[in-house]
């Protein structure tokens, strides 16, 4: 993460996020600097706009959050009797797919996370 962070710094400063300033950076907090991490971090940044990405990881939980409100919210009591054994729920049952779910974040975290601690 403080490859990750230095190029934060770097974009924050209006510096240039290059394998100079990052190590600079990095040595500058500290940090055993590994040149092939910051090869690596310098080439995958070179087509991204940190401020839009930043800003669009802002508000991402907070979209995410309202659509499981609302689907909460749909799922509610209709009114119904509370001892109907055949009532239905549009949410899926979910208590045998909690493994599943685990692996598959953990492979969604693969990426410049992984890469980079």
Excluded: H, Q
């Amino acid at each position: 993460m403080e490859y990750v962070y230095a190029a934060l710094i770097l974009n924050e400063t209006d510096e240039e996020i290059n394998e100079d300033n990052l190590t600079d950076v990095l040595d500058a907090a500290g940090v055993d600097v590994e040149e092939s991490r910051v090869k690596a971090l310098v080439a995958a940044l070179e087509d991204v706009d940190i401020d839009e990405a930043v800003s669009e990881a802002a508000v991402a939980p907070a979209a995410g959050g309202a659509a499981a409100g609302g689907a909460a919210a749909a799922g509610g009591d209709e009114g119904g009797d509370e001892g109907d054994a055949e009532e239905t729920s549009d949410v899926p049952d979910t208590t045998d797919d909690d493994d599943d779910d685990d692996e598959d974040e953990e492979a969604g975290g693969e990426g410049l996370g992984e890469l980079f601690g």
